[in-house]
């Protein structure tokens, strides 16, 4: 469910629709939540580096770095992976 709410968001951001940024980070912030509910780490890093670009985008560089970091600390291995390549970058970008 959190990686289908956080494709949403992508589409809707897609789609440029009027208030498409409101409804983009109401679609990220809940695959998150969903993530989290299901202890689902990787799709929980995938949905904050969404919305986390999402905030720096808009000019909220430091909610996007409080939101991404802590996601990606959680992770000891696998860090060749594209979505850690992906976090990481973005992360270096924030800072």
Same mark, same amino acid.
């Given at each position: 469910?959190?990686?289908?709410?956080?494709? *949403?968001?992508?589409?809707? =951001?897609?789609?440029? /629709?009027?208030?498409? &940024?409101? #409804?983009?980070?109401?679609?990220?912030?809940?695959? &998150? !939540?969903?993530?989290?509910?299901?202890? /689902?780490?990787?799709? +929980?890093?995938?949905?904050?580096?969404?919305?986390?670009? =999402?905030?720096?985008?808009?000019?909220?560089?430091?909610? /996007?770095? *409080?939101? =991404? #970091?802590? &996601?990606?600390?959680? @992770?000891? +291995?696998? @860090?060749?992976?594209?979505?850690?390549? #992906?976090? *990481?970058?973005? =992360? !270096?970008?924030?800072?």
């Amino acid at each position: 469910m959190g990686e289908l709410l956080r494709i *949403k968001g992508e589409l809707v =951001l897609l789609e440029g /629709a009027q208030n498409c &940024v409101d #409804a983009a980070q109401n679609h990220f912030s809940k695959a &998150v !939540d969903w993530a989290r509910q299901q202890g /689902a780490r990787s799709w +929980e890093l995938r949905a904050a580096t969404s919305l986390s670009q =999402l905030w720096h985008d808009c000019g909220r560089t430091k909610e /996007a770095l *409080k939101q =991404l #970091a802590p &996601v990606y600390n959680q @992770f000891t +291995e696998g @860090f060749g992976t594209a979505d850690l390549v #992906a976090a *990481k970058s973005l =992360l !270096d970008a924030l800072r």
